[in-house]
Every structure is written in structure tokens, then in C-alpha cells.
């Protein structure tokens, strides 16, 4: 089977995600195996530190090597950053008329390929790494299917996704420092959509934003083609940085954030959440101030999404429907501020599921994994990848189950009580743990949320009152960029 192999590997800026699956004879992925670990040295998809990257694909690697008893030596790569965009460039050819009847034929097309693959880029910094013919044209006629139809001018819109070199470079050689041989490098937003949107989702029109650590990915997608993606250089990490430099210990941040925070401050109460500290009285905030915050920063990222939306030129009755995903995008309400700014009806959060065996959730129970099951889809669609059989234990005996599964996630619950304390936790279950990201801590014990609060002070020193809205809301709303107010784009065909 082992012919048969793929192997994902996602570098994030959060965490490295390695994915193994065997391609089955029906087409479908069933996963093997899926390992994460805490990552540093990755500031919004640029190894800035390939030292301290490399350790953490080393111990996430060794781990699902003993996990399946295989020694990883090829891979594909995910690429995500700012270093990545797309440009669309339009050519054409004469029809050559071999059969004396202007019909288009293969040689026709091939003509035309090949002026586009000779195209010199402006900055000898970049690099090529995929290109897709997205719309042809003959006589200024839109067609689906170029060859066997007639006339005496075949033009092509291609799509040229185009990367940095050396960033790519500095990735290729943080993972060969691991024995791992990039098979290809595949950019995130490229194919962010195959394990989490539908073949009429695809068609009729679709924008992927994959809400990353560092960075978010925006993928346009109009009649089975990628029109456009972007990498947003800001993340949900940015959210954690805001509601940080608040007074927010760092210690409660991710569960702050996921079992009380909220995209929208009109749908959230003034119920008081408060921290116990190791020095000094505990610290509080409202939940609708720590909704505030959250709300600032994704509205943020709403405008960045607007405006890759309007440079994918689909023209003004293009209506797509939103897939959000991403470790980012559990977070209550999201839906409904993309629905709200974007000005989309149908607005969904959406988990790998399509195109994998029915085992798919045993391993994957969380959106975090969206970016590491697409490259697998993708692999398996590209070529099986070089693993060998390891020799970590007996393969006559099966194997032990190791705790490289995602933690499965208890639901999100809203505090019951007025006054919400937050448990702080340890020194060492502060610590990075070996189990993925976007995992969420138990409940407060009854013994904590029937504590007395100690200390009513709001570290915001805002309260309950709507009309004493505090200053550091003026600075954020400041550096929120305005957008326009519609998709408006060149109209290039009626839909």
C-alpha cells in the first residue's frame, strides 16, 4: 500500500501539521494518521528562524512516524504568506485553418499555451509555480470548450500564481534539514476548497477565507475554476494580540476567547468575567468589551475580504456563497459579521468532509485541519508520495493507539451566572501541548463559578454603561480601513 501514500505537510505560523493517507481505489482518502505541534520561527507564513522551525517538524514528524511505523522522506508542501498572489494575463493566437474551415484545433490551443508559459515576469524575485487557463474566448465569445468550435482568433485569460523564491526556498530548506523532499508546493488558497466546498458551490460561485494563526487565505472560485486568492497577512493571532494588550493574562487567552468571546458586541450580554492572579486583587472584563475587541479586528479582516473579492473581477452580479474555515473560525456569531459586512446571504463554517472515507472524523474533528486535508486531496490527485516502512516496532503486530488524535472538542457553553471567573491554569498546563491546536478546557468547576468575586475593578475601567464607551475603542476603529460599499468590478460576462 505504501505506493499508494500521501503525505501533507502545513507549516503555519502557529502550528506544523503533517497528514498521511493511502489513496483508495474509488479515488477517496482514508487517513492514516494526523500529528501538530506548537510552532515558533513562522511570523505570517516567512520562516524567520528555520532553526527553531525545524524543531518542531522534527518532533511532529518522529511522532507520526512511530505512530504508523513509516519513515517520511517526500511530502507536499503547503505555501501561504504574502509573498504569494496571482495575476491574470490575457493572449491570443490566428486560428491556423488546416481544415479550411476556421475550426480550432488541439494545435491551436497548444500554440496559445505556449506563448502564455513563455511569459517574463517583471521581478526576477518570483517564480511561477501554477498557471490555469480561467476563460477562453474566440471572436470575443466566451466558450467552455475551445476545441472543434470555429472562428479566427482563440484568446485565453490565464490565471498565474506566483510566489517569492527565496521564501519558498527558505521553507525547502527548513524541511530537508528534516530529511523531507518536497514533492511540490502548493499554495493554500489554491486548493483551500477541495476538502470543504461542494462541485456546485464551485460552479455557481464561491470565496474560501481560511482563517489561519498569521495569516488568512481568500480563495474566489467561479465555474470550476480559481479566479483569485490572496494571503492576508493577519490572522486569528492578531485577536490574541489584541485582547493581550489589554491586560489580559496570557494564560487565559484562547479560552477566553472561544468559550466567551463573540463576533458581534450588539449579541452580547455585560456579564463580568474575572481572572484570579498571583499577585495582587483579580483582574475582570465584560464579556461585550472582550466581544468589542474580537469585533474590531474581524471586521478588519471582513474589508481585506471585500477587497479580494472585488479584484477577482467576476463582475457585479457575481453572488458567491462565504465558506469560512480555519482554526480562526470557531468563534460564535462569525457568520453573521461576514454575513453583515461582506453583504452575503449565505454565509457558512465550514470542516473538511468531502472526499475522504468514512473514517475521515476519527482524526479530524476540528477546521484547524481544512489546509492538511485539502494537500492531501490534492496529492492524491498528483501523485503518491515516496514513504518507506520504518522499523520503530513489530509490523506483524498491531499497532498501539498514541495520543496523536485530535482531542475531540466539548461544545462551546455561555455562562449561566451574571459574574464568570476564569480557572488560571499551571505553570505546566500552560506549557505547549503535543495534542492539535483548537482544543477547548473543561468547564469551570462549581467550587470556581460559586466563588465570591473579590474585586468588582474592570481592567478596562469601563462597566456596564454603552455610553461611556472607553478611548482604546476610538484608536481601533481608526485603524480599521474603509472599503466600498459593493463588489463593483468589470463586468466580463452575464452569469
Request: charged share 30%.
Amino acid at each position: 500500500m505504501k505506493e499508494r501514500q500521501i503525505v501533507a505537510i502545513d507549516v503555519g505560523s502557529s502550528n506544523v501539521v503533517i497528514a498521511v493517507g493511502t489513496i483508495e481505489d474509488d479515488g477517496r482518502v482514508n487517513i492514516q494518521g494526523i500529528a501538530s505541534e506548537p510552532i515558533s520561527g513562522i511570523d505570517a507564513g516567512h520562516v524567520e528562524n528555520s532553526e527553531t522551525a525545524g524543531r518542531a517538524v522534527k518532533a511532529v514528524k518522529e511522532r507520526i512516524e512511530r505512530e504508523l511505523n513509516i519513515k517520511i522522506t517526500e511530502a507536499y508542501a503547503g505555501l501561504s504568506g504574502d509573498f504569494v498572489r496571482c495575476v491574470q494575463v490575457t493572449d491570443y493566437v490566428y486560428v491556423k485553418d488546416e481544415l479550411g474551415s476556421n475550426q480550432i484545433t488541439e494545435s491551436d490551443l497548444e500554440d496559445l499555451d505556449r506563448r502564455m508559459r513563455s511569459v517574463k515576469l517583471p521581478d526576477d524575485r518570483e517564480e511561477i509555480i501554477h498557471m490555469e487557463a480561467i476563460r477562453y474566448t474566440i471572436d470575443d465569445k466566451v466558450v467552455d470548450e475551445p476545441v472543434g468550435s470555429y472562428g479566427h482568433v482563440l484568446s485565453a485569460t490565464y490565471n498565474f500564481i506566483l510566489t517569492d523564491r527565496n521564501m519558498r526556498e527558505r521553507l525547502n530548506q527548513c524541511l530537508k534539514k528534516q530529511d523531507i523532499n518536497v514533492k511540490e508546493f502548493v499554495p493554500n488558497a489554491f486548493i483551500s476548497h477541495l476538502s470543504v466546498a461542494t462541485d456546485e458551490d464551485i460552479e455557481e460561485g464561491a470565496v474560501i477565507v481560511d482563517l489561519g494563526g498569521g495569516v488568512t487565505d481568500v480563495a474566489v472560485l467561479l465555474r470550476g475554476k480559481v479566479r483569485h486568492i490572496a494571503s492576508i497577512p493577519v490572522g486569528s493571532d492578531a485577536i490574541n494580540s489584541d485582547i493581550r494588550s489589554y491586560g489580559i493574562p496570557a494564560n487565559y487567552i484562547e479560552n477566553l476567547k472561544r468559550r466567551y468571546g463573540s463576533a458581534l458586541t450588539e449579541q452580547t450580554t455585560d456579564d463580568k468575567i474575572v481572572f484570579p492572579t498571583r499577585r495582587g486583587g483579580p483582574k475582570s472584563i465584560l464579556r461585550r468589551n472582550l466581544a468589542t475587541i474580537i469585533e474590531a479586528r474581524l471586521s478588519e479582516i471582513a474589508d481585506w475580504v471585500r477587497r479580494e473579492i472585488k479584484d477577482a473581477g467576476c463582475g457585479t452580479k457575481f453572488a458567491p456563497v462565504l465558506l469560512i474555515t480555519g482554526g480562526g473560525a470557531e468563534m460564535q456569531n462569525i457568520e453573521s459579521l461576514f454575513a453583515s459586512k461582506l453583504g452575503i446571504d449565505d454565509v457558512r463554517v465550514v470542516y473538511p468532509e468531502y472526499g475522504f472515507t468514512d473514517n475521515m472524523t476519527d482524526h479530524i474533528t476540528t477546521s484547524a485541519y481544512a489546509t492538511v486535508a485539502s494537500l492531501l486531496l490534492y496529492g492524491s490527485m498528483h501523485g503518491a508520495c515516496s514513504v518507506a516502512v520504518g522499523s520503530n516496532r513489530d509490523v506483524n503486530k498491531p499497532a498501539e493507539k498514541t495520543p496523536i488524535q485530535p482531542v475531540e472538542e466539548k461544545p462551546i457553553e455561555a455562562p449561566k451566572e451574571q459574574e464568570q471567573r476564569v480557572e488560571e491554569k499551571t505553570e505546566e498546563e500552560a506549557k505547549p501541548t503535543r495534542t492539535p491546536l483548537i482544543t477547548v478546557d473543561p468547564t469551570p468547576s462549581n467550587k470556581v463559578q460559586n466563588d465570591k468575586i473579590i474585586d468588582d475593578d474592570d481592567i478596562f475601567g469601563t462597566g456596564s454603561d454603552d455610553d461611556d464607551k472607553p478611548k482604546w475603542w476610538d484608536k481601533i476603529k481608526k485603524k480599521i480601513s474603509t472599503m466600498g460599499d459593493s463588489f463593483a468590478g468589470k463586468d466580463e460576462e452575464d452569469f
